[in-house]
């Protein structure tokens, strides 16, 4: 568990509380979770009853499976839906993750590599 995004995820609430809020779950009590899991140093393993709940609704697809938006961003695709251009896999690496939310700009490594090119 990427440690360093939980603690970018603490100081930086919007997300969590967006998250709850479509979980419909109190974020106080997601974010007690990512102090938990700070002290713990990431162990899930510590997590009981609810707690798994919260994690796995609100602070896990943080974490985890964040879709890339591609080197040129979301795009229409002439239905009114918006998709990614990711020409990768369509998920941010956790190496990029940490740097995506610290940007606000969530790409892969070869997305991000393709948009400094076209630059």
């Not at 100081?11 to 009590?29: F, L, Q, R, T, Y």
């Not at 002439?78 to 190496?95: P, R």
Request: with cysteine; net charge negative.
């Amino acid at each position: 568990m990427n440690v360093e995004i939980l603690e970018y995820l603490l100081k930086n609430e919007n997300h969590i509380e967006d998250m709850a809020k479509n979980a419909k779950v109190d974020s106080g009590a997601s974010f007690g979770i990512i102090k938990l899991l700070l002290a713990n140093h990431g162990d899930i393993g510590v997590l009981k009853g609810k707690q798994i709940y919260h994690y796995e609704n609100v602070i896990k697809p943080l974490l985890e499976n964040v879709q890339c938006e591609g080197p040129m961003g979301m795009m229409d695709d002439d239905n009114g839906n918006w998709v990614s251009s990711c020409v990768n896999d369509g998920i941010v690496d956790d190496e990029s993750l940490y740097q995506s939310y610290l940007e606000e700009d969530f790409k892969c490594q070869i997305c991000r590599h393709d948009a400094e090119k076209m630059r």
